[in-house]
């Protein structure tokens, strides 16, 4: 039923009675300045203002009562509802005729401006619905603020029944406060309309005499739940309630559907990462395990056969080739190590003070053959704070970097190694002239296994070393970036560790 045509309060009339007053003392304060008929007319402005603000009964009872105490205060005989004259009976009939067409034209504006107010309002909390449901990502959070917001509106009792596990019924996945009580009829319902994708309950065709209105948020492909609205002890819902219901429901389906898409995305996603994970660590296992193992194998195998041929100094290449390999061999297997253990959140910093030129001291010390072809440029700020990190980790990060930086730049050339004070932070970085990093690939050097665009299999690389270095750095709170080399050539990587005040250690008494 439209709000327009129920009947209408007291006050309405009460209204329409204190507008003739109004419109009665008013033209008697004109009368004297106006003739009789023009006085008509301010009557008619107060049937008129009464039928925009009211309803028809409303303005036809004001033009009644105008026409009546028109006729009765002034015209003549004065004081009397005898009409004598014709005009005199046109103006009451025309009073009437205003009230009937004011009427009906103040009720059409009504019933324009309430669905405008409804559409409005419709707009508004589908707009609102939107804007809350946009941000999550989780299902359950989805149903939950679905609940939250249809209970909010209508001011009704609200539950989501949820799929269970394949072939159980529906679970009560939320509900608004405090929880309704649900028999099993509900709960059959709601089977019936997740099973069909189809309402139930009150105002359909089946179980009509449910005080539940019961609707499935489905899609064609697939069903999310259904929906269950308790009218017990309410008004029947009225056609643009719910028409405004189904709108709730279709933005909350779809943004089930987005997080399911979304779900199944990122498990495509995770399973391709592992598919590509998985074949780069077969790939590298079988390269730097192999070819370390192969040259070690051929080496004792030439000192087993050959021994007695071989000189001193062919033995002598022979060992160290054997104990380089060996050494390689242990590197790899120890960034394994560290690495799965970046992975599982398990390593451990042992923190201590220490100052950065001592650790770039034992660097330098370890990588003293690696380097031996390259010229080491360090430039060190000198009273630079101490760092509170764990040295072992830090120094192993620092030596993948400059492990990295030999092995990938020419033969005598230079690598520059600085350290100095940023803000609140220290910043280290490793320089080489190498062939440098392209831009687009940058952002993927850190990734576990990636060895660039050409690969470094010629060098020896196992893509480990810089994820490591990151993972190690970033287990300090700090960062690592790359960047150009000096001067536009090679590369340049830079790390900020950040600084902590060390604490004063007291003053000795005397």
């Given at each position: 039923?439209?709000?327009a045509?129920?009947p209408?309060?007291?006050?309405?009339?009460?209204?329409?009675?204190?507008?003739?007053?109004a419109?009665?003392?008013?033209?008697?304060?004109?009368?004297?300045?106006?003739?009789?008929?023009?006085?008509?007319?301010?009557?008619?402005?107060?049937?008129?203002?009464?039928?925009?603000?009211?309803?028809?009964?409303p303005?036809?009872?004001?033009?009644?009562?105008?026409?009546?105490?028109?006729?009765?205060?002034?015209?003549?005989?004065h004081?009397?509802?005898?009409?004598?004259?014709?005009?005199?009976?046109?103006?009451?009939?025309?009073?009437?005729?205003?009230?009937?067409?004011?009427?009906q034209?103040?009720?059409?504006?009504?019933?324009?401006?309430?669905?405008?107010?409804?559409?409005?309002?419709?707009?508004?909390?589908?707009?609102?619905?939107?804007?809350?449901?946009?941000?999550?990502?989780?299902?359950?959070?989805?149903?939950?603020?679905?609940?939250?917001?249809?209970?909010?509106?209508?001011?009704?009792?609200?539950?989501?029944?949820?799929?269970?596990?394949?072939?159980?019924?529906?679970?009560?996945?939320?509900?608004?406060?405090?929880?309704?009580?649900l028999?099993?009829?509900?709960?059959?319902?709601?089977?019936?309309?997740?099973?069909?994708?189809?309402?139930?309950?009150?105002?359909?065709?089946?179980?009509?005499?449910?005080?539940?209105?019961?609707?499935?948020?489905?899609?064609?492909?697939?069903?999310?739940?259904?929906?269950?609205?308790?009218?017990?002890?309410?008004?029947?819902?009225?056609?643009?309630?719910?028409?405004?219901?189904?709108?709730?429901?279709?933005?909350?389906?779809?943004?089930?559907?987005?997080?399911?898409?979304?779900?199944?995305?990122?498990?495509?996603?995770?399973?391709?990462?592992?598919?590509?994970?998985?074949?780069?660590?077969?790939?590298?296992?079988?390269?730097?395990?192999?070819?370390?193992?192969?040259?070690?194998?051929?080496?004792?195998?030439?000192?087993?056969?050959?021994?007695?041929?071989?000189?001193?100094?062919?033995?002598?290449?022979?060992?160290?080739?054997?104990?380089?390999?060996?050494?390689?061999?242990?590197?790899?297997?120890?960034?394994?190590?560290?690495?799965?253990?970046?992975?599982?959140?398990?390593?451990?910093?042992?923190?201590?003070?220490?100052?950065?030129?001592?650790?770039?001291?034992?660097?330098?010390?370890?990588?003293?053959?690696?380097?031996?072809?390259?010229?080491?440029?360090?430039?060190?700020?000198?009273?630079?704070?101490?760092?509170?990190?764990?040295?072992?980790?830090?120094?192993?990060?620092?030596?993948?970097?400059?492990?990295?930086?030999?092995?990938?730049?020419?033969?005598?050339?230079?690598?520059?190694?600085?350290?100095?004070?940023?803000?609140?932070?220290?910043?280290?970085?490793?320089?080489?002239?190498?062939?440098?990093?392209?831009?687009?690939?940058?952002?993927?050097?850190?990734?576990?296994?990636?060895?660039?665009?050409?690969?470094?299999?010629?060098?020896?690389?196992?893509?480990?070393?810089?994820?490591?270095?990151?993972?190690?750095i970033?287990?300090?709170?700090?960062?690592?970036?790359?960047?150009?080399?000096?001067?536009?050539?090679g590369?340049?990587?830079?790390?900020?560790?950040?600084?902590?005040e060390?604490?004063?250690?007291?003053?000795?008494?005397?």
């Open positions: 039923m439209d709000q045509s129920y209408r309060p007291a006050s309405d009339y009460l209204l329409a009675a204190a507008v003739v007053l419109a009665l003392t008013l033209a008697l304060l004109v009368r004297p300045w106006l003739p009789l008929a023009n006085l008509s007319l301010v009557f008619l402005i107060g049937v008129l203002w009464v039928s925009v603000r009211t309803g028809p009964l303005a036809l009872f004001t033009a009644l009562l105008s026409a009546l105490t028109y006729n009765f205060f002034l015209t003549e005989p004081y009397s509802l005898l009409i004598q004259h014709t005009d005199e009976l046109l103006t009451v009939g025309f009073f009437l005729l205003v009230g009937l067409i004011g009427g034209v103040a009720a059409r504006l009504r019933r324009q401006m309430l669905a405008l107010r409804v559409a409005n309002d419709q707009a508004r909390v589908l707009l609102d619905l939107g804007r809350r449901l946009a941000g999550l990502s989780n299902l359950v959070e989805v149903q939950r603020e679905t609940v939250r917001m249809l209970s909010e509106h209508m001011r009704l009792a609200v539950v989501l029944f949820a799929p269970g596990e394949e072939g159980q019924p529906l679970i009560l996945a939320a509900h608004s406060e405090p929880e309704p009580s028999d099993d009829r509900i709960r059959q319902s709601a089977d019936w309309a997740f099973a069909h994708r189809r309402p139930c309950g009150l105002q359909t065709t089946t179980q009509a005499e449910l005080d539940w209105r019961l609707l499935p948020l489905g899609l064609e492909e697939e069903c999310f739940g259904v929906v269950g609205i308790s009218y017990c002890g309410q008004a029947q819902p009225t056609t643009t309630e719910l028409t405004a219901l189904d709108g709730l429901i279709a933005h909350a389906t779809l943004a089930m559907a987005r997080t399911r898409l979304t779900d199944h995305l990122q498990q495509a996603r995770l399973g391709e990462e592992t598919e590509r994970l998985r074949a780069a660590l077969l790939s590298s296992v079988s390269h730097d395990l192999r070819t370390p193992l192969a040259s070690m194998i051929g080496a004792a195998s030439s000192l087993r056969a050959l021994d007695r041929q071989l000189s001193a100094e062919d033995r002598d290449e022979l060992l160290e080739a054997v104990l380089s390999e060996g050494e390689r061999l242990d590197r790899y297997i120890q960034n394994l190590l560290d690495m799965t253990r970046l992975g599982h959140g398990t390593l451990k910093l042992e923190r201590d003070w220490i100052g950065i030129d001592d650790i770039l001291g034992a660097v330098l010390r370890r990588l003293r053959d690696a380097l031996r072809s390259h010229r080491v440029i360090r430039v060190i700020e000198p009273d630079l704070p101490l760092l509170y990190v764990h040295p072992a980790l830090i120094e192993q990060a620092l030596i993948n970097l400059l492990e990295n930086a030999a092995k990938f730049s020419p033969s005598d050339s230079e690598i520059r190694l600085t350290a100095n004070r940023e803000d609140d932070a220290l910043r280290v970085s490793v320089s080489d002239q190498g062939a440098g990093i392209a831009e687009a690939e940058r952002a993927r050097i850190f990734d576990m296994f990636y060895t660039g665009r050409d690969g470094d299999r010629g060098k020896h690389g196992s893509g480990l070393g810089l994820a490591i270095c990151s993972g190690m970033g287990a300090h709170g700090g960062r690592i970036e790359v960047m150009d080399g000096l001067d536009g050539r590369t340049t990587f830079v790390v900020h560790l950040p600084l902590i060390a604490p004063v250690k007291p003053e000795s008494g005397t």
